[in-house]
């Protein structure tokens, strides 16, 4: 009997999807492998291929105790296909079919946009691993360098679990978009990733901690709103993967929690009381808080933007057909149709922002993103409660939803953090108080120096709480081969 829980390592590709009596779709995945795995070694981590690091590996799909630890070099990390085990008679949970029974096969009609869906979650997995490229290089010790590994390789992960359900369900287009999703690059001019924030460089660590803080969480809402799908395949594979995502996120907020914590204890310290003293605060090697804001302000506007326009047809249709659904759609209590109902959306008229009610079906990416802010308002919170810990007088915001947009109702509109609509001149004139500017990451870049040795941290960032694993403050993370 096929095991849906235990993953099966009786293939070269790990799965708890019966591979190997699934040899059509065996052969199309280790046809692909190849070119996957030239991928990672072309645009991968630079460098570290040969070192042997501490990842976690699901063994399970069992929410408890799925992964094991254990040393593995990158290239040959067992990249797997894993779905969250089948919910008996689940029912598709919204729009136009309903309660109908939850399909196990694309419905010809749906086939197209779903598989655009499909395609543009693939297309994001891979591009983050690009644009983390070279971060080993500068990384502040091996406890983050390994963290920066397990998050690459589980987006790597990701990508097989997209590639799974296209080589699977979709056929000879299927196979093609697979293919295809290895030839773009992040940043190319001729074959760009598909979405906005994934053409951006990750150029330092605080990126990379604003990156898997803000925008692996809008990876989080686009996968719960995948996870309702009333295609099953689908909405298994995403919630196995949302339980991967939980800890990229960790990454991200202990991350800056970190930054933010050895800036405080150095202006301590040095007995600096005002926080935007800045040089006085650059002087002592730890990145000002001021600057961190900035930071913030890039990472949470360019992953607003990925959620689309505030107003959307292609996602009323993607609601309306079943393909998508809300946050958290099966506990809402409502029709789960939306035929009457409306939502609030803030939009840009003649130079005013106004509020107006919609259909609410036009409004799911407003929607998704509304929930999208309150979560990461949470780690915004307690950035603030470690801050008024230290005894610093500074406060982290979340910028106003119509600063910096460069997609919907707010493209290019001159709004500030703060909401309030100036000139375009103006808020040429003051974009570098609100976002980082060259010299802002040069000053920055300065600071990124690589510490390999276990237990030892660069000076701008404060050791972990615990270790991962509970391994202890010493722990030889990745063990850097000698040559
Ligand atoms: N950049 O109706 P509209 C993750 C296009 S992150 C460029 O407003 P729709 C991860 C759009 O394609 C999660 N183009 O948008 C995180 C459309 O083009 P067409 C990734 C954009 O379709 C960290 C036109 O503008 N997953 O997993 O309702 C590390 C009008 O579109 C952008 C998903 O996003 C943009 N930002 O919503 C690793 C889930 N925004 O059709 C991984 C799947 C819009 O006119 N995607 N356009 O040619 C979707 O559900 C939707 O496609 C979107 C856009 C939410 C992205
Ligand atoms: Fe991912
Ligand atoms: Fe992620």
Avoid at 403 to 408: L, S, T
Avoid at 411 to 418: L, N, Q
Wanted: charged share 25%.
């Amino acid at each position: 009997m096929l095991d849906l829980i235990n993953v099966s390592y009786d293939t070269q590709i790990p799965n708890n999807v019966g591979l190997s009596s699934d040899r059509r779709i065996l052969k199309a995945l280790e046809k692909w492998h190849p070119g996957y795995i030239n991928w990672w070694k072309g645009s991968g981590p630079d460098g570290f291929l040969e070192d042997l690091v501490y990842l976690r590996t699901a063994v399970s799909v069992d929410p408890k105790g799925w992964a094991k630890f254990d040393y593995v070099k990158m290239p040959e990390y067992r990249w797997g296909i894993l779905l969250a085990p089948q919910v008996e008679d689940r029912r598709i949970p919204c729009g136009e079919h309903l309660g109908e029974p939850a399909w196990q096969e694309v419905p010809g009609e749906y086939r197209s946009l779903m598989r655009r869906l499909v395609v543009i979650q693939g297309d994001t997995e891979p591009a983050s691993v690009e644009q983390q490229r070279f971060l080993g290089k500068t990384a502040p010790s091996l406890y983050d360098l390994r963290n920066l590994f397990q998050v690459n390789v589980e987006e790597g992960r990701h990508l097989w679990a997209m590639v799974y359900i296209l080589q699977k369900y979709f056929g000879k287009d299927g196979r093609e978009e697979a293919d295809e999703l290895l030839l773009r690059q992040s940043g190319s001019a001729e074959k760009p990733r598909m979405l906005g924030a994934f053409n951006e460089e990750t150029p330092d660590w605080l990126s990379f901690f604003m990156f898997t803080y803000f925008t692996d969480r809008d990876g989080k809402m686009q996968l719960e709103a995948l996870a309702q799908s009333g295609f099953d395949p689908l909405s298994r594979t995403c919630r196995f993967m949302l339980t991967e995502e939980a800890h990229h996120m960790f990454v991200g907020e202990t991350g800056v929690g970190r930054t933010i914590q050895r800036t405080c204890e150095a202006m301590n310290a040095a007995g600096i009381t005002d926080p935007t003293d800045i040089d006085k605060i650059r002087a002592l090697g730890v990145i000002d808080l001021p600057t961190i804001q900035k930071k913030l302000n890039l990472h949470y506007t360019l992953s607003l933007d990925l959620f689309g326009s505030e107003v959307s047809t292609n996602a009323a249709n993607a609601f309306n057909s079943g393909i998508k659904g809300r946050y958290q759609e099966t506990k809402i209590d409502d029709d789960h149709r939306l035929k009457d109902a409306t939502y609030p959306v803030s939009e840009y008229v003649n130079g005013k922002i106004l509020l107006r009610e919609v259909p609410a079906l036009t409004a799911i990416n407003m929607r998704l993103r509304d929930d999208y802010s309150k979560d990461a308002l949470g780690g915004v919170k307690r950035w603030n409660a470690l801050i008024k810990k230290n005894g610093v007088a500074f406060e982290m915001k979340l910028p106003h939803g119509g600063f910096h947009r460069q997609i919907g109702a707010f493209k290019d509109a001159p709004i500030t953090p703060e909401g309030d609509v100036i000139s375009a001149d103006d808020w040429a004139a003051r974009r570098d108080e609100w976002l980082p500017s060259t010299a802002d990451g040069d000053f920055i870049q300065s600071l990124m120096v690589t510490v390999l040795e276990p237990g030892e941290y660069a000076g701008w960032i404060a050791p972990p709480r615990v270790g991962i694993d509970n391994k202890p403050g010493d722990f030889e993370y990745v063990q850097i081969h000698q040559a």
